[in-house]
C-alpha cells in the first residue's frame, strides 16, 4: 500500500533525499536510476499546500487571506519564504525567450534565428 505524500514527507523530514525506483501501477513497468525531486517537492507538505492554494486562488493574495483566516503580512511573509526556497527559475532566460518571441512573431527573425536564438540561452 502507498503511503500519502504527507507522510513520506514527515517521515525524511528536512533531510534530502533521490527516489531510486518508479512503479507505474497496473502497467507491470518499473524503472530503476537515480531520481532528483523537482524544486517544490523540497518544500514541506504545508508549504505545498499553501502553493497549492495560492495557485488555486490565482495568486489572488486577499482569496488566500481568507481561505487560510490569515493577515496580508502573514502571506507575504510566508510567499517570500517560500520564494527563497525556489531559486530555479531563471528570470533571464525566460525574459530572453519571450522578446526572441515577441522578435518572431512580429517578422523581425525568421523562425531558424529564433531557434538558435533560444539554443543559445
Known amino acids: 500500500m ?49 502553493v497549492a492554494m495560492f495557485v488555486r486562488a490565482h495568486g489572488s493574495i486577499k482569496q488566500v487571506e481568507k481561505d487560510f483566516g490569515v493577515s496580508y503580512p502573514t502571506v507575504k511573509s510566508r510567499l517570500n519564504r517560500i520564494a527563497e526556497q525556489l531559486s530555479f527559475v531563471d528570470i533571464e532566460v525566460l525574459a530572453s525567450r519571450e522578446k526572441v518571441l515577441e522578435q518572431l512573431e512580429s517578422g523581425d527573425i525568421t523562425a531558424q534565428e529564433a531557434v538558435e536564438r533560444i539554443r543559445k540561452g
Do not use: K
Open 2 to 50: 502507498a503511503i500519502g505524500w504527507d507522510e513520506l514527507s514527515e517521515l525524511v523530514g528536512q533531510r534530502p533525499f533521490n527516489i531510486s525506483r518508479i512503479r507505474i501501477p497496473g502497467s507491470g513497468i518499473t524503472i530503476e536510476g537515480e531520481f532528483e525531486m523537482p524544486p517544490l517537492a523540497h518544500l514541506s507538505f504545508d508549504d505545498q499546500v499553501f
